[in-house]
């Protein structure tokens, strides 16, 4: 006899969730690149006809948006404010780029979506009741927003993208960025010591300093400070 639910060992498809479809896509995604996922290749890990897959979704763009959506889930089921503005800026920064190496392939491709869905909503809010708690107006905290999102999700993209390269593709960039500190301290004599400096650069230290610096933007805004938000 086939499993519960299933005809033949096929699951039917009134019996899929919208969750299960997500999870399997994610699963696909992460393992073998977001190319791979496809109505066919998801019925076929699910158990159904590919058909049935439009029940939940019309397209692979809809199902795809839901995909990155749901990584933003884990970030915002992961985050609990402290108290602490600062330092809650500094957790999600550091849960988007957790979040983000564990999807690499994922993220280099859909990172620059705008999803829509209950995970990016979630850390929209997160983010804005930070700033507004920092002592920003809304137009403040609206342009704070967008400054910090577009900068983590260029750092998060540039990192996913680096950790989606094969190791004689990461080998070969490493070495054309020695090559590059070394030409550069050739042409500089000021610039003698930077081909050491870089290869003993810290990525952590140089990430939490981008969100300190950011930190800093949004303490000077708060205080007075003009922020280029009244633009002509």
Avoid: C
Avoid at 20 to 28: D, F, K, L, T
Avoid at 125 to 133: N, Q, S, Y
Avoid at 171 to 190: F, S
């Amino acid at each position: 006899m086939g499993a519960a639910g299933t005809s033949g060992g096929r699951r039917r498809g009134s019996t899929l969730t919208r969750e299960q479809i997500i999870e399997a896509a994610v699963e696909i995604s992460t393992a073998e690149g977001p190319a791979k996922v496809s109505f066919r290749s998801l019925g076929a890990r699910l158990g159904v006809v590919a058909t049935a897959l439009y029940r939940h979704f019309r397209d692979k763009d809809e199902l795809m948006l839901a995909l990155a959506d749901q990584i933003f889930v884990e970030m915002t089921d992961r985050f609990t404010p402290s108290g602490d503005w600062a330092a809650d800026l500094h957790r999600i920064a550091q849960l988007g780029r957790e979040v983000g190496r564990r999807h690499a392939v994922t993220l280099a491709w859909l990172g620059y979506r705008n999803t829509g869905g209950p995970g990016d909503q979630g850390i929209a809010l997160a983010i804005l009741r930070l700033l507004l708690d920092a002592g920003l107006t809304q137009e403040q905290a609206l342009f704070h927003y967008e400054l910090f999102t577009d900068t983590m999700m260029g750092l998060h993209t540039v990192d996913a993208m680096r950790e989606s390269l094969d190791e004689d593709t990461r080998r070969k960039d490493d070495a054309a960025l020695a090559a590059l500190y070394a030409n550069v301290a050739r042409a500089e004599p000021r610039a003698s010591r930077m081909p050491a400096l870089a290869i003993d650069s810290d990525p952590d230290a140089l990430f939490a300093a981008q969100v300190d610096l950011h930190i800093q933007a949004i303490r000077a805004t708060a205080a007075g400070a003009p922020t280029g938000a009244h633009r002509p």
